[in-house]
């Protein structure tokens, strides 16, 4: 069973930064995606950025591009998302997703989510 945890969520003020990180494991895991999305009060959850477990082939949601970015270290089986310039509008829990497609099949395992509050 793969298992996905998020953790680095905290009360920040806005235009400081802020790293989340997202720790998978389970079998094959590195045969999957981990992907960063979000969720604030009253809104649809959205995508924030992917890469794969080099690091590259990264994506971003145009809403943080340049402000935020991701990474990942391998070795540790984990995905990082550097969260700079922080915004109210930040404010929300964020997810880890891990996914992986086969012929046919689609696995996807989410995480608890972490919280990030960022005061007005």
């Known amino acids: 069973q793969v298992q996905v945890e998020e953790s680095g969520g905290g009360l920040v003020h806005a235009g400081d930064s802020l790293q989340l990180s997202c720790r998978a494991s389970g079998p094959s895991i590195n045969r999957y995606r981990l992907a960063w999305f979000r969720q604030a009060p009253g809104k649809d959850r959205e995508f924030l950025a992917t890469c794969n477990w080099s690091g590259g082939d990264s994506i971003y949601d145009d809403s943080v591009k340049g402000r935020f970015t991701i990474s990942a270290d391998s070795a540790q089986n984990t995905v990082y998302l550097q969260m700079n310039s922080l915004k109210p509008e930040d404010t929300a829990v964020y997810f880890c997703?891990?996914?992986?497609?086969?012929?046919?099949?689609?696995?996807?395992?989410w995480g608890q989510g972490t919280q990030v509050t960022v005061p007005s």
């Open positions: 997703r891990a996914r992986r497609r086969t012929g046919t099949d689609e696995y996807v395992y």
